[in-house]
């Protein structure tokens, strides 16, 4: 079990096996001219002139994604120093990008000193953070294991003994804590994780947070609430879907939050079968539901003075004798009809009744997260969430993303987009068209429908959900966790605001 601790201590005098300081580039950025970071100055002070021909003869430029591992030979009480890139700006996200490096550099060592620009609350967060994140492995399917964690992991920071310091390095635990439960759910495969099986993983997550409840709704209850769309979306498979849905209502709360998360468990696409190739991480279209849950569970670890009710739609979109096809009609739970045209575009059908049930509560704002559009990724690449809806309600997603280490890139919802949506002949709305171009912005005008007119935004997250390459900073292959950081940030920001 690793702990973890933040000191004040000299990065030269700490007797942690590894010690981790960051370099930024010198003149021009050549290779051999990196210069130590902040954080790091009594481990060059120790060095003495030793330490500038050592940078130079290790070729580092202070890039991101750097890493060089030294010993010590006694210069410093630590016997390994690692050295990390942080680019040219050292903020909190190239932090973040650091420490998770270093992480997957040193799995040998039994204790870890940071010392990374970490001089204010934010930096000192953003190491912890991205150590952890960086280090992270799923090994529930693995006979063996390679590396062990750290028995401590310690941020060395100048202001650790502040009150806010502690705080956010404390609550950065509970974030971390979140992400990392939230990368294990989309990581375990689909078989083990049906809608069913996800939805009892909620539940015991909800018995180990005080002040949150939830209510689970089966096929029979979906079908008694008119949840066409769910129903539609589960047809085809042995498992059935489910609806999770949960509320956390501090006292003195004055805001209310609405989350609503895509809950795919596996999608082979329906009839409107994917490609093969495409299949292998469809365990990953459920990534909008395990990040409302851990970011409402997060919220009422943190306190947060702000209601939020999160509301997970689950789901199989299999290929059976009774699934849904292309040409069907649905009837969603707010009496909206749907007329079928792909059904590969499933998510926001289960979307569609989940917003309805949303609207329901009348809440302040309502926030979607889904694995919703491939456009998407194509418009933005796989590091990046598009954020589109109601323009204040965008600024605040985005600002949020920004404070919890996270990219996002506002999208808009041209108004051409409406008169795409209601093609259909035969039903209020189509559910998808096959124009190639603009798909991920024909889905977020499709969403808005079901919001009621209330402040709204849309995640698409079909990118930064899953990591299909090598690890990167403090993203490990596989699941990222991606949203649960800025969810929880958007709810700090309505508990900060004056009137809550």
């Known amino acids: 079990m690793t702990s973890f601790a933040l000191r004040t201590a000299s990065p030269a ?19 051999g001219t990196a210069r130590l970071a902040p954080g790091g100055e009594d481990v060059a002070k120790a060095y003495g002139r030793r330490f500038s021909p050592l940078l130079a003869s290790l070729g580092l430029s ?7 591992k030294v010993p010590t030979n006694g210069a410093i009480a630590s016997p390994l120093l690692v050295l990390v890139g942080l680019g040219a700006d050292p903020d ?3 932090v973040r990008r650091a420490a998770g490096a270093a992480a997957r550099a040193v799995t040998n060592s039994a204790s870890v000193a940071l010392a990374l620009p970490a001089d204010t609350p934010e930096l000192l967060r953003a190491a912890l953070e991205g150590y952890r994140l960086g280090g992270y492995t799923f090994t529930r399917y693995k006979s063996g294991s390679s590396g062990s964690a750290p028995a401590e992991i310690v941020v060395l920071s100048p202001v650790a003994r502040r009150k806010d310091s502690i705080s956010a390095f404390d609550e950065a635990q509970f974030v971390v804590d979140a992400v990392v439960t939230a990368r294990d759910w989309v990581n375990t495969p689909p078989g083990d994780l049906t809608p069913a099986l996800f939805a009892d993983e909620i539940v015991a997550a909800t018995k180990r947070v005080a002040g949150v409840t939830a209510k689970v709704y089966d096929e029979a209850q979906l079908a008694e609430l008119g949840c066409g769309g769910i129903l539609g979306v589960g047809a085809g498979s042995d498992a059935p879907p489910r609806l ?6 501090p006292k ?3 805001t209310h939050l609405a989350l609503v998360g895509k809950g795919i468990t596996f999608d082979s696409g329906g009839l ?5 190739a495409s299949m292998p991480t469809m365990k990953e279209d459920m990534a909008g539901a395990a990040a409302v849950v851990q970011a409402v569970l997060t919220a009422a670890r943190l306190k947060l003075p702000v209601r939020i009710t999160a509301i997970a739609a689950l789901a199989e979109n299999m290929v059976g004798g009774a699934s849904f096809r ?5 009837t969603t739970y707010d009496g909206t009809t749907v007329e079928i045209t792909n059904t590969d575009a499933e998510g926001r059908l289960v979307l569609a009744d989940a917003l309805g049930r949303a609207v329901k509560r009348k809440p302040d704002l309502i926030v979607d997260i889904a694995t919703l559009t491939a456009h998407m990724s194509l418009a933005l690449g796989d590091k990046m969430c598009a954020v589109m809806g109601d323009d204040a309600i965008v600024e605040q997603v985005l600002a949020a993303a920004v404070a919890g280490g ?4 506002p999208m808009p919802i041209p108004e051409h987009m409406e008169e795409r949506i209601r093609t259909s002949r035969i039903a209020d709305l189509s559910q998808h068209d096959w124009i190639r171009w603009g798909g991920g912005l024909f889905a977020g005008a499709f969403l808005r429908e079901f919001t009621g007119g209330l402040p709204w935004a849309h995640l698409d997250i079909a990118g930064p959900a899953f990591n299909k390459g090598g690890p990167a900073g403090h993203w490990t292959s596989g699941a990222t966790g991606y949203g649960v950081a800025t969810l929880v940030e958007l709810a700090r920001s309505l508990a900060d605001r004056p009137e809550a």
């Open 13 to 31: 005098k700490t007797r942690a096996e590894a010690v981790v300081v960051g370099v930024v580039p010198g003149e021009g950025g050549r290779k």
């Open 62 to 68: 202070g890039k991101p994604g750097e890493v060089a």
């Open 92 to 94: 909190p996200l190239a």
């Open 244 to 249: 999770v849905e949960l509320d956390y209502r």
């Open 252 to 254: 003195g709360a004055t």
């Open 272 to 276: 409107t079968i994917k490609p093969a």
């Open 326 to 330: 292309p040409g069907d009609v649905l």
């Open 406 to 409: 996270e990219e996002a890139w």
